[in-house]
């Protein structure tokens, strides 16, 4: 089999998927360490991490983490459960719920993602070559595509 620039482009693409997944893993076993279920780490992650002037609506953690909104909703209901996160309605909307984290929450929250970002400052750089080496071949491959 000839090494062309697609074979190239696979390379880097799972080069890339894979420093990706080990990111995530190591993620998943921090938020277990803490006993939090990874999706549930998420969901402190997305809470805390909204955009500014986005409010943690049920709506908009659905769409932060890509899932429907009843899965928000159970995930809610199991962090509220642990105490980590508490609902508040809207006063301009009784019908929109906002999802804020506790101070025990918060606690969890911050000793999680500090570990996170220990770790990304030391992957980081691994990631972010990896990322540039697909977004390198994919402009070699629209290159050839155009030239043919």
């Known amino acids: 089999m000839a090494f062309d620039s697609h074979q190239a482009g696979y390379i880097a693409l799972a080069e890339f998927r894979y420093r990706i997944r080990h990111f995530l893993n190591a993620s998943e076993r921090a938020a277990r360490s803490a006993a939090l279920e990874p999706?549930?780490?998420?969901?402190?992650?997305?809470?805390?991490?909204?955009?500014?002037?986005?409010?943690?609506?049920?709506q908009a953690l659905a769409e932060r983490l890509q899932v429907r909104h009843n899965t928000v909703v159970e995930r809610v209901d199991r962090l509220a459960k642990l105490g980590l996160v508490r609902r508040v309605r809207s006063r301009s909307d009784r019908r929109v719920v906002i999802v804020g984290l506790t101070a025990r929450g918060n606690r969890v929250f911050?000793?999680?993602?500090?570990?996170?970002?220990?770790?990304?400052?030391?992957?980081?750089?691994?990631?972010?070559?990896?990322?540039?080496?697909?977004?390198?071949?994919?402009?070699?491959?629209?290159?050839?595509?155009?030239?043919?």
């Open 39 to 58: 999706e549930q780490y998420q969901l402190l992650l997305a809470v805390r991490g909204m955009p500014r002037g986005q409010s943690p609506t049920i």
């Open 110 to 148: 911050e000793k999680l993602a500090r570990m996170r970002l220990r770790e990304l400052r030391q992957v980081g750089p691994e990631l972010v070559a990896a990322l540039g080496d697909v977004v390198k071949a994919a402009r070699r491959l629209g290159t050839a595509r155009r030239k043919n």
